[in-house]
């Protein structure tokens, strides 16, 4: 902007952020509500008119771990006494937990977020470790046809899952793949590779050519000058794919709603079908939600300088 | 196929001399992964294209048999498939439109420096990071009848924007485009932050108006940047499934991978639904194409 600002151009200015004040706010709110959602009384998640303010609790949380009955008579007073604090706040809604013997039995929700763990850094470390080399491979090395082979490799991601789960789906029920966490990995290490191929060849194409050759005139193998080189410059870039792909992987929904059910689910498929009939416990709900949200959200802002990079693969840079 | 192709290396390479040599490197970089793409996409795509021209059900043991082109005869002349695309075109035009005019308008917005801009600009991206499933999710609870916060904070009383047949495509698309303005905003903001400023400065010397500004400068020099956010966005809401399918059960919002979805696991027509599956993939494939090009354009400038 020029130096010298007229009157109008600063009232301008002033209008427009105050715009985009109001425009973040609007953005927000429905994350605070299901922030907030997770951290309300049972009573207040569905209250008319929705409470904005209010004493937060962490019941929900309890709620979401362990598995509950609800109680046909109120709790013995000694029994209660004796309770940790936690269970408390259970028998103060009329339920109990579930034990064996001395032990709480957990929720379903634990176990499909290992799961989500699981498949996502597995299949993280696989599309990132193959791209890398890909990418060097293409940033590096003359090869026929490049452009058709980027291309064919960049389509593979905008496959629409459902058209690949389809056949997927026969194979793996063949070789007996379907509900196990190696073929959703392998699922998700084929969606992910061509966009760490992509994200990968722009993060190489920046580093400078003459550090490996000087390497090779200092006697290094190419190996070696890749590894001792190469990789250390790439590794900001090597991060930053491995951010994307596991949030890809973390937030996958189509293919884990076909190709699990039970044992290998994750948490995207899980969390809707909590809903169930009836009125669904929303502050349960929310609560899985926020846990599951939770690291996209710290990512996001680990990742705030290769966003763009990131949705465009790698093709428009700041 | 790939071997073939990666034939005429440099000779003068220096490092052919020592350890493996370049070829052998490119080669074992490069096939892994062009195999890998090949057996887990290619491959299958071949093995449905093949169902496709059968009557195969996978929840039933009877042989199938050949019917040559008898699906895609029956679905091109299907008017419930029709009524399908129908809808996801209204969809793809609303959730895109919208995504395009809040996402380039915020951008405009931010494109000046205030206390706090980093932050903010990071906030505002937050909802496309999420997974679209639970995104879907918890937007049910937003726009709950009787005491959702949507409803009440415009008086809207009962209305049920999900269950109405008449809304609820719109309302997933509401929910859409709060998730992907975010996108298109990121985009118009690194195309915004690459107009010369010495032409703003021209212009202002020669008392153009905000508006003249605004479609002979701002607009022309962006344009490229905007295209390729509306042909990926157009792509990927053609392609929407999981925001929709987890929001609402409303035919009118069936779109059509959650109709191929039904298709395939619900009513087991597997191999009508490999020939619908064509269908949508040879229409994305020609956008994906389109993407590309324009993308390889921008890269070059």
């Given at each position: ?59 929900p949380f309890i709620r979401l771990f362990t598995k509950r009955v ?27 937990v579930l034990k064996v013997g001395?032990d709480v039995q957990l929720s379903q929700y634990p176990d499909r977020f290992m799961n989500s763990l699981i498949v996502a850094v597995i299949s993280t470390?696989l ?34 899952p459902v058209?690949v789960a389809i056949p997927m789906f026969l194979m793996y029920r063949m070789v007996g793949l379907n509900d196990s966490h190696i073929g959703l990995i392998i699922l998700y290490v084929a969606f ?54 596991f949030?890809t992987a973390w937030n996958e929904y189509a293919f884990a709603l076909i190709m699990t059910n039970r044992r290998a689910q994750t948490a995207p498929p899980f969390i809707p079908s909590q809903i169930g009939s009836g009125?669904p416990d929303?502050?349960t709900i929310a609560a899985g939600t926020f846990l599951f949200l939770?690291p ?23 | ?39 887990f996409?290619?491959?299958p ?12 059900a996978a929840n039933r043991s ?69 997974s679209a499933a639970v995104?879907g999710l918890f937007?049910q ?100 499934f999981d925001i929709?399918y987890t929001m609402?059960t ?7 991978a959650i109709?191929l979805y039904k298709q395939a696991f619900q009513q087991w027509?597997t191999?009508?639904s ?28």
């Open positions: 902007m020029a130096a010298v600002r007229t009157s109008s151009e600063v009232a301008f200015n002033r209008a427009a952020i105050a715009a985009v004040l109001v425009a973040t706010l609007i953005f927000l709110a429905p994350i605070y509500w299901i922030a907030s959602t997770a951290f309300k009384p049972k009573e207040l998640a569905v209250s008319v008119p929705p409470t904005v303010l209010f004493q937060p609790e962490v019941t609800q109680m046909q008579k109120p709790v013995d007073p000694q029994v209660y006494e004796a309770a940790p604090w936690w269970e408390k706040r259970i028998y103060d809604g009329g339920e109990r001395k470390v599309a990132v470790g193959m791209g890398t080399f890909t990418a060097y491979g293409f940033s590096r090395f003359k090869i026929a046809g490049e452009a058709d082979l980027l291309f064919f490799i960049l389509s593979t991601r905008m496959l629409p058209v992910n590779l061509s966009f760490s191929v992509w994200l990968m060849k722009g993060f190489m194409d920046e580093i400078p050519k003459e550090y490996e050759e000087a390497a090779l005139v200092d006697g290094y193998t190419r190996m070696q000058a890749f590894f001792k080189i190469v990789l250390p410059e790439a590794a900001t870039g090597i991060a930053a794919t491995a951010v994307f792909c949030i009125l929303w502050t939770l996209v959200a710290i990512f996001t802002f680990l990742l705030r300088n290769h966003l763009l990079r990131g949705v465009t693969f790698g093709a428009i840079r700041k | 196929m790939a071997s073939v192709a990666l034939t005429n290396l440099d000779p003068a390479s220096r490092a052919a001399a020592r350890g493996w040599s370049d070829l052998t490197i490119r080669n074992l970089f490069i096939i892994p992964t062009l195999v890998f793409l090949i057996v996409n290619i491959f795509l071949i093995y449905s294209l093949g169902y496709s021209f059968t009557n195969f009877e042989p199938w048999q050949f019917v040559g082109l008898q699906n895609y005869r029956e679905l091109l002349s299907d008017d419930h498939i029709w009524s399908n695309f129908v809808i996801t075109a209204k969809y793809v035009i609303v959730s895109v439109a919208g995504q395009m005019v809040v996402g380039f308008g915020l951008a405009l917005l931010l494109n000046r420096s205030f206390p706090m801009k980093g932050l903010i600009t990071t906030l505002l991206l937050l909802p496309m990071m999420m995104v937007w609870l937003l726009y709950s009848p009787s005491w959702g916060p949507i409803n009440y904070v415009f008086g809207l009383g009962d209305f049920a924007w999900l269950s109405n047949p008449d809304s609820a495509l719109y309302a997933v698309a509401i929910t859409d485009i709060w998730m992907w303005s975010p996108f298109v905003m990121l985009l118009s903001l690194a195309g915004l932050s690459a107009v010369p400023q010495h032409l703003y400065e021209a212009a202002a010397i020669d008392r153009a108006g905000w508006w003249y500004t605004f479609t002979r400068i701002t607009l022309p020099l962006v344009s490229p940047i905007l295209l390729i956010a509306l042909i990926f966005r157009t792509m990927e809401a053609f392609k929407t929709a609402t409303q035919p009118t919002a069936e779109l059509i109709r027509d191999g009508k490999c020939a619908l599956a064509y269908i949508v993939l040879i229409m994305v494939l020609a956008i994906t194409n389109l993407y590309v090009k324009y993308l390889n354009k921008v890269k070059e400038r």
